[in-house]
């Protein structure tokens, strides 16, 4: 039997060991995959109609198997089948009735199907000591070779500052799902997140970077397609050179790539950043009960962490089933090939690592030290995008929010629980807010970070949406089909007084007012401000905290309902930060006399009475008003050019009590006038006519912030 160029199927030439994965050099393509443990390797390629070809790759070098098969060209879909022992209790798992994805596979074909075939123990029994005999491929994706020549002409990094940095969070597909400009047959795709309605919208927010949820190929996991349900986020990765086919308006066969290839280009046209939500802690084939899809069937010893005693079991640090071993140089060569392909071949501009700390673990502690991140940082391509970590794992020690090292930025999670605590009424002072106010250097000064350390953020895409965290004080999550055992139950929210919606206009004034204070707060703060996607614009979940697996109108941003006063209010914001070099600090605050202002400081913290703030008032738990001086002559840091960095000064003030309260604004040297430029109290957070108020006392309205501009007499 020959193929379609004349050449015998069975005709396997040695081809090579490196690179790994499948790889076409014009005239047929060279197929390698790295398995220490296997006794053979079969390369299995499939027709269009699904009719399966095994080729053995009869090669293997320092654990690679490898072979090129002459007229094999892009479009080819394949996969593997791996021969080996079947003994779980030593960690081997290899079964070759089930068809395996090549991890390093640059596009993906297919939907995983439940089906008994699709796990590697036999009669349903996890712990069985045989394995499954049924045949898999029908029910598993498969690996597509591509070639992609595309056309990057042009394309430039914006390669923003993080001090000018404005992350915005969003989902590929619930970006545009119900977007009335964009195609249909665009929505929900990575040509939808790049149509010129987005992206403007984008633009007129003012945002510098898209942070897209998992955009790796994934699956969805059993449990969720028993329900009925699917993974919505995508934080369970089976491809991580791959983007998810789904996600893909034009095909399968390799369409995606030149698909997300032309997004990144259009997002870097309108300036603006792509930062891919990566998943390197954990796969998608879960613990022992899950199914065998790639990783597991080919090493699963290899690739990952196994309890000691019990090779059948895994060590779960990220609650997902399973932890990849990036102690092994293997499994850290896939982690780092992978970014770097990202970065130069799809152009991204950097990433954010889910459960970081799981990467970061060398026997069981985490380790500022280890492997991982000696070859981040010596790596001369992937060290030089954008690195945000998010610093927990669901391990013991795991949260280790400040405690990353240099190079990285954070998710501030302690940012987070502080405001939401601060303006959901707990009685907390406002010591710690000073700290998030002003770029956390309790967190991140020590070890020589800046105040770009920290991102700052309220909402994500895990939890309430801003407007629902002040209208439910209950998660709502039943949807979700675990009785709502699922998603956190303390969210320090603040419903009013009222749990779910309401048509009291005291009651929804109320919480949109809260709405404008979190988000003042966040736009007026020290470090790299993160938005959630539909924040700006009021979108709810209903009361889902958890909407993991909700791909509906649950989780879609909801184009048709924008409120268009927040969405002002947001940009206005977003405008304000963009122009004031005194709210983008790139360095910490010294607390220090500005010389030649008559003995202002480059920030001084104020007490409602007038004075500044005295020992006593940091540590009373029951203050809830504060006022942050930020004077805009005794900025550190200097232009690109050498020169000194000078803006107006401003004078921000936060009140979280529910009553009015009288502040004294400072008078000389401080300021002889103030400005008012952002009150909460409005919609769109601008004063309906200019409002100019010399030093003294004035009455704050209850829950609310200002932000005031400083005037000086010539």
């Known amino acids: 039997m020959t193929d379609r160029a004349g050449v015998p199927q069975t005709e396997v030439w040695p081809g090579s060991p490196a690179p790994l994965g499948a790889h076409w050099d014009g005239t047929g393509t060279n197929f390698a995959l790295w398995s220490a443990g296997a006794s053979a390797v079969d390369l299995c390629l499939f027709d269009p109609d699904g009719t399966e070809h095994r080729h053995r790759l009869r090669e293997s070098t320092h654990q690679v198997w490898h072979g090129r098969l002459p007229g094999v060209a892009p479009g080819q879909r394949y996969g593997y089948r791996v021969h080996g022992g079947y003994d779980p209790a030593s960690g081997a798992r290899y079964n070759p009735a089930k068809l395996l994805l090549d991890p390093y596979a640059r596009a993906v074909d297919g939907e995983l199907t439940l089906d008994p075939s699709l796990f590697g123990y036999a009669d349903g029994h996890p712990d069985a000591a045989w394995a499954d005999q049924r045949d898999s491929a029908a029910a598993v994706p498969r690996g597509v070779v591509i070639h992609d020549s595309f056309p990057w002409d042009g394309d430039h990094h914006p390669r923003t500052a993080w001090s000018d940095t404005v992350i915005y969070e969003v989902h590929v597909k619930g970006a545009t799902m119900t977007h009335p400009d964009v195609p249909p047959a665009l929505r929900g795709t990575y040509a939808g997140l790049a149509h010129p309605a987005f992206v403007e919208h984008l633009v007129s927010l003012g945002v510098t970077a ?47 790539v030149t698909e997300f290839k032309a997004m990144v280009k259009a997002m870097h046209a309108a300036g603006i950043e792509v930062v891919l939500d990566v998943v390197y802690n954990h796969t998608a084939e879960g613990d022992h009960t899950g199914p065998t899809l790639s990783f597991k069937g080919i090493d699963n010893a290899g690739y990952y962490r196994l309890q000691g005693g019990d090779g059948a079991r895994y060590t779960d640090y990220t609650g997902c089933g399973n932890t990849l ?48 991140f000696d070859v981040v940082h010596q790596d001369p391509v992937v060290s030089q995008v954008k690195l945000i970590a998010e610093p927990w794992d669901v391990g013991e020690g795991g949260y280790q929010v400040g ?54 953020f309220v909402t994500a895409h895990d939890g309430f949406t801003l407007r629902d965290l002040y209208t439910y004080e209950v998660k709502r999550n039943d949807a979700n089909g675990e009785e709502g055992r699922d998603g956190e139950s303390h969210n320090r929210g603040w419903n009013a007084g009222v749990e779910g919606p309401s048509d009291d206009p005291a009651v929804t004034g109320a919480r949109q007012r809260q709405v404008r204070n979190v988000l003042a707060t966040l736009l007026l703060s020290t470090g790299v401000p993160m938005l959630t996607a539909g924040d700006e614009s009021g979108r709810t979940q209903g009361g889902n905290n958890n909407a993991y697996c909700q791909d509906n109108e649950v989780s879609w941003l909801d184009w048709g309902s924008m409120d268009a006063d927040l969405w002002t209010f947001v ?13 983008r600090q790139e360095a910490f605050f010294d607390g ?52 000194p960095v000078t803006d107006d000064s401003w004078l921000v003030w936060l009140h979280a009590g529910p009553d009015p309260v009288t502040v004294h604004l400072p008078g000389p040297p401080w300021g002889d006038g103030y ?11 601008a004063p309906p006519r200019p409002a100019v108020v010399g030093p003294g006392p004035i009455t704050m309205p209850g829950r609310c912030v200002w932000a005031l501009r400083v005037l000086r007499r010539p």
């Open 210 to 256: 898209v942070e897209l949820l998992p955009v790796h190929h994934f699956v969805s996991e059993p449990h969720l397609l028993r329900r009925g349900l699917t993974n919505y986020w995508g934080y369970n990765t089976l491809g991580y050179f791959a983007p998810h086919a789904a996600y893909s308006s034009a095909g399968t066969a390799g369409q995606q």
């Open 403 to 456: 405690n990353f090292p240099p190079l990285w930025t954070e998710w501030n999670g302690k940012y987070r629980d502080t405001v939401r605590d601060v303006w959901s009424g707990a009685h907390v002072g406002v010591r710690d807010l000073a700290y998030r106010l002003t770029g956390s250097s309790d967190l991140y000064r020590s070890d020589g970070r800046k105040p770009v350390a920290s991102v700052n």
């Open 592 to 643: 220090h006399e500005v010389p030649g202002t008559g003995g202002t400081r480059d920030l001084a913290w104020f007490a409602p009475g007038g004075g500044q703030l005295t020992t006593t008032d940091w540590f009373d738990a029951g203050l809830q008003t504060i006022g942050m001086y930020l004077d805009g002559r005794g900025i550190r840091h200097r232009d690109e050019r050498g020169r």
């Open 675 to 685: 400005e008012f430029v952002v009150s909460t109290e409005y919609a769109t957070g």
């Open 325 to 372: 071993d990036v102690r092994r140089p293997q499994v850290l060569a896939l982690l780092m090939d992978s970014l770097r392909y990202w970065v130069t071949e799809m152009h991204v501009d950097g990433f954010r690592f889910d459960l970081a700390s799981a990467l970061a673990r060398s026997m069981h502690d985490v380790d500022r030290l280890s492997a991982f």
């Open 571 to 583: 940009s206005r914001l977003v405008a304000l930060r963009k122009a004031s070099p005194v709210l």
